[in-house]
């Protein structure tokens, strides 16, 4: 079968089965099985190609990261951190806090993200009279923002080796997206929070100090920025500054046996563990069936434009991906006739790394979302809506630099 068919249907199987209510885990692994088969893998590939992936470091790394991340919240939680944040938070503005916690969460490069900063803005969310959807949104949104142009994002940095481009350059290239994309969010927040007044009864008088509320602020979020430290100071990695902080928080925490055998549950939870293990599945397959490539043959052979190809080409792998780097790694090298080696087209660069950034925000195996709408109790396809009118929306400003320039 084509390939390309091969892939819609598979992403068609994913989709079909999350309708079902079935967890996103199993959905994914089923369009991973379907791609297979499909694509004429045979079974002694596909079990192999299962077994590496079960077996990969980067697999296990992801699960790691994610179930600390689970349980890391879950413990703030039962501690009574979570609430005083909110609190903290609300005195520097309670909609403001609702952007700059997922902003400065998005400054670390983690996967699951989203989670972190859903855990900070939980109780804001339900103050703001936010529905599950809209929270879940906004909070993967500004979650995102910085890595259109955030130097240490390994998106951000092959995307210069690629293109043989300083990371300065590459930044300098990119960073409108940022601004862009913020703005973006921010509209549509205004056209939520229209019609939605505070709850009166849940109005803190903003009457604390600078110092109060700095002090309030370091006491609430130390375990997240003992993981930003980890990682960004001490350059360790985060499967292991993750659980670090978790076991750091129950050590100092005074946790009753039963509140830690509920932070392990939660953390442990098999359709957690076994969401990387199904995601990094399909990306095995997607990379073993050599996707990209011939997608780009097929496009060349059809004589599509070079906005199409530029666009759609990091759409596909972004989108059954849900990883940044991936389909930099994976398309850009096919693009490099398109867009340039050491003198490059920009408006192109913007065009192919949006186009790239739009499939990865729309992917269901992308992590940061399904794990987001899970925490907020959030339904899929309302918050989908979201995204997809906010993606397209960067789109089209894409679009229109790339015309421009």
């Not at 989709?15 to 692994?29: G, N, P, Q, R």
């Not at 700059?100 to 900063?117: D, F, K």
Request: positive net charge.
């Amino acid at each position: 079968m084509n390939t390309l068919a091969a892939l819609l249907l598979s992403i068609v199987a994913v989709f079909i089965t999350l309708k079902l209510k079935l967890h996103v885990s199993i959905a994914i692994f089923v369009g991973a099985i379907v791609l297979a088969v499909l694509s004429s893998i045979n079974l002694n590939e596909l079990l192999l190609l299962l077994l590496k992936t079960s077996l990969s470091i980067e697999t296990w790394r992801l699960v790691i990261i994610i179930s600390s991340a689970i349980g890391l919240g879950v413990a703030m939680d039962l501690k009574g951190l979570l609430g005083k944040l909110a609190e903290t938070l609300e005195n520097i503005g309670t909609r403001t806090a609702l952007y700059i916690a997922p902003a400065l969460i998005g400054l670390v490069p983690m996967p699951a993200g989203a989670v972190v900063s859903a855990s900070m803005v939980k109780d804001i969310a339900r103050k703001t009279n936010l529905t599950p959807e809209e929270a879940a949104f906004l909070n993967y949104w500004f979650r995102h923002i910085i890595e259109y142009s955030w130097p240490i994002y390994q998106g951000i940095i092959l995307t210069g080796i690629v293109f043989s481009i300083s990371i300065v350059d590459t930044v300098k290239t990119l960073c409108p997206m940022t601004a862009i994309n913020a703005l973006i969010g921010l509209a549509i927040s205004y056209y939520i929070f229209k019609k939605k007044p505070l709850k009166k009864k849940f109005i803190v008088k903003k009457n604390s100090s600078l110092k109060q509320i700095l002090e309030k602020f370091t006491y609430s979020t130390w375990p997240i920025f003992l993981i930003i430290a980890l990682i960004l100071v001490l350059k360790i990695d985060a499967s292991i500054a993750f659980p670090t902080s978790l076991i750091m928080l129950i050590i100092t925490g005074d946790f009753k046996a039963s509140d830690v055998t509920k932070i392990l549950r939660k953390a442990l939870d098999p359709k957690i563990v076994f969401l990387p293990i199904a995601t990094m599945f399909y990306k095995a397959i997607v990379e073993h069936t050599n996707l990209a490539y011939q997608i780009f043959n097929l496009l060349l052979e059809s004589r599509i434009p070079e906005y199409f190809i530029l666009s759609i080409l990091p759409f596909i792998v972004g989108f059954t991906t849900g990883i940044s780097f991936a389909f930099v790694g994976i398309t850009f090298p096919l693009l490099v006739p398109i867009i340039g080696q050491g003198s490059i087209d920009s408006g192109a660069l913007i065009l192919s790394y949006v186009s790239g950034m739009a499939g990865v925000l729309l992917s269901p195996m992308h992590l940061c979302l399904v794990l987001s709408i899970d925490y907020f109790g959030a339904k899929l396809p309302e918050t989908y809506n979201l995204v997809l009118f906010a993606v397209l929306a960067s789109m089209v400003s894409a679009f229109t630099i790339h015309l421009s320039l």
